[in-house]
């Protein structure tokens, strides 16, 4: 398995656009969660799913913030419109849900840049 | 609500010398503490869990829940040792980690 596979890798794009990152978790796992690590905050918890169904989107900052799982193998964190403020490493991860289970695999990230 | 504070932003140590870096937590249930780090360029992965007790590359954790603390140890640090670390808190029911806000280490020569 290519673990948990992150595109693009990095982006560069102009305040008010759209952002879309992508992520294909490893195959089995039925977990997936999009983090956003910053230098002042760490890693944050954006949103996680099990079974492709989202069960805690709290750590969402605001409206602009989406994310979908349409699938097992795939989720999508979209930022529309993007602001400097979202730059930042996103990271994805998977797991297998269950006590004793909570082992993070994380993807390489995409790091964003809203200028 | 759960949260996990890792109070140093930055450490540096000389290599040989002993390292601690420290994790505490706040979480009403049964907790499972992880230590994850990433070093230059590579992905986020797992060092070692509390439940395992293990060491890993040298490293020791023991979960201390009088102190709610699960502060990594080293007694001799090593060069490649140098990295981001990041203390996470588990839920009892499984699934969501929790980070505290990463510690990033250096072991000089």
């Known amino acids: ?115 | 609500a759960q949260r996990v504070t890792q109070p140093e932003k930055l450490l540096s140590v000389f290599k040989g010398a002993p390292v601690e870096l420290k994790c505490n937590y706040s979480y009403s249930g049964s907790p499972e503490l992880f230590w994850y780090v990433q070093y230059s360029r590579q992905r986020l992965q797992l060092l070692l869990r509390h439940i395992s007790r293990e060491s890993i590359k040298g490293f020791t954790a023991d979960l201390n829940k009088g102190e709610t603390s699960f502060h990594l140890k080293k007694p001799f640090a090593q060069e490649e040792d140098s990295a981001m670390y990041y203390c996470a808190l588990g839920e009892t029911s499984g699934s969501r980690l929790t980070f505290g806000e990463g510690t990033q280490l250096t072991v000089n020569p």
């Open chain 1, 1 to 115: 398995d290519a673990g948990v596979i992150q595109s693009p890798r990095h982006e560069v794009t102009e305040m008010g656009q759209e952002v879309t990152l992508r992520c294909k978790p490893i195959s089995g796992h039925n977990s997936l969660f999009w983090y956003r690590q910053t230098m002042m905050r760490g890693l944050e918890l954006l949103i996680y799913f099990n079974n492709n169904v989202p069960i805690d989107d709290s750590g969402m900052p605001e409206d602009r913030f989406s994310a979908k799982m349409p699938n097992a193998s795939f989720s999508t964190l979209k930022i529309q419109p993007s602001e400097p403020r979202d730059s930042a490493v996103y990271f994805c991860a998977s797991s297998i849900r269950g006590r004793g289970a909570n082992v993070l695999t994380f993807g390489a990230g995409s790091r964003l840049t809203v200028l």
